[in-house]
């Protein structure tokens, strides 16, 4: 899940092209439905992304009563709007009337808190859920933004590598070389230094145990001279998220995938390539499926984010999306942290039942 900022935005606005009373309002790549004539291209409004959990006093300044998402009907969400998507949400609150929105843009002032905004937490089913135990060594996985909202993370024509991104559960696996002590965690948790203990009822250390996942983490750190490893990976199939990959964890082994790993070494940490990854773990863990390698294109990336999944080998149901990340590891000013990024098909963002459990 990436990080929620609501923020001011110069807006390019382009004609709806099934409604002569709707427009489209552009933040990044992403496009929000307006009202026609209510922004012109080159002002400032506010964009509210998805994810975006609203107080109820702004949702009715906003005439959005009971067309948001959630059971309180006050989430932001993608919709599709006279066959348009609509991703967030533009506005100008009348809280936000005496202050400069364009200055506030080129500042990059965060008004979520000013405004009562939060982010949408997910639920925690049970068997993803359990006593937890504080763990200073475990190694922190990272949020991910997407492309469409920081199109500047990558460079046009840089090489980069995508990945199929899965709807699970990601999993956060330490090994500790010399105590051979192993973490367990999910993200949520993981942001907080808490490590789940072990129970053969939970998701997660079913899916490490299933996999032989701490062995493989174990050669790592012999390979590298590494003092800790961290392996990320997806946890899927029937009875986690509504998309299941053909694999049903109620029965028998979860699906899983690794998508990064990290090592400490010499008391630095850094993420591994692409290549590297497949190098050390390629035959020993199941790895999220390599979609595609050369030159960053944004408009193929957006393509190549839509269609059918390949985990299963069959396409049985629609795609997430993809990961994007260079073909060697670097840092970006844009995020702050790693160049990584990731693009959502439309339609996943759309679908009808959709779960979202982490």
Same mark, same amino acid.
């Given at each position: ?6 923020? %001011? ?9 099934? %409604? ?10 992403? !496009? ?12 400032? +409004?506010?964009? /509210? ?17 009971? =067309?948001?998402?959630?059971? @309180? ?16 949400? $533009?506005?100008?609150?009348? %809280?936000?009337?005496? $202050? ?13 808190? @000013? ?8 639920? /925690? ?9 504080? %763990? ?39 090994? $500790? ?50 003092? @800790? ?40 940490? &850094?993420?591994?390539?692409? +290549? ?37 080998? @069959? ?8 990961? /994007? &990340? ?7 000013? $844009?995020?702050?942290? !790693?160049? /990584? ?9 759309? =679908? ?7």
């Amino acid at each position: 899940m990436s990080t929620l900022r609501v923020t %001011a935005e110069v807006l390019t606005v382009h004609e709806h092209p099934n %409604a002569d009373a709707l427009e489209l309002a552009q933040v990044g790549l992403y !496009r929000a439905v307006v009202a026609k004539g209510a922004y012109r291209t080159g002002e400032a +409004a506010l964009y /509210i992304p998805e994810q975006a959990v609203l107080p109820p006093a702004l949702v009715e300044e906003l005439g959005l009563t009971g =067309r948001l998402a959630g059971s @309180r009907s006050d989430r932001v969400k993608a919709v599709r709007l006279r066959g348009e998507l609509s991703q967030g949400i $533009v506005c100008r609150p009348s %809280a936000l009337a005496e $202050v400069d929105l364009v200055r506030a843009a080129a500042e990059g002032t965060d008004f979520a808190e @000013r405004l009562g905004i939060v982010k949408w937490v997910p639920p /925690i089913p049970p068997t993803m859920n359990g006593d937890v135990e504080a %763990a200073a060594d475990l190694l922190p996985w990272v949020d991910i933004e997407n492309i469409q909202r920081y199109p500047g993370i990558f460079e046009p024509g840089e090489p980069v590598v995508l990945t199929e991104k899965l709807h699970g559960s990601a999993c956060l696996l330490t090994y $500790v070389a010399g105590d051979e002590r192993v973490y367990v965690s999910s993200k949520g948790f993981g942001a907080k230094s808490l490590a789940l203990t072990e129970d053969p009822r939970n998701l997660y250390w079913r899916a490490v145990r299933g996999h032989g996942v701490p062995e493989a983490a174990a050669r790592i750190a012999e390979r590298l001279g590494a003092r @800790r490893v961290g392996v990320f990976g997806e946890v899927f199939g029937a009875g986690v998220q509504d998309l299941t990959y053909g694999a049903d964890g109620r029965r028998e082994t979860l699906g899983y995938a690794v998508f990064d790993v990290s090592v400490e070494v010499g008391g630095v940490v &850094r993420w591994l390539d692409t +290549a590297e990854v497949t190098g050390l773990l390629e035959g020993e863990l199941p790895l999220v499926p390599r979609l595609f390698e050369g030159p960053y294109d944004s408009g193929a990336v957006l393509g190549i984010a839509t269609g059918r999944e390949t985990v299963s080998g @069959r396409g049985l149901h629609l795609r997430e999306g993809v990961v /994007i &990340r260079p073909a060697v590891e670097r840092y970006s000013a $844009v995020t702050g942290g !790693r160049a /990584i990024a990731k693009a959502v098909s439309g339609a996943y963002l759309t =679908r009808k039942g959709g779960t979202e459990y982490e």
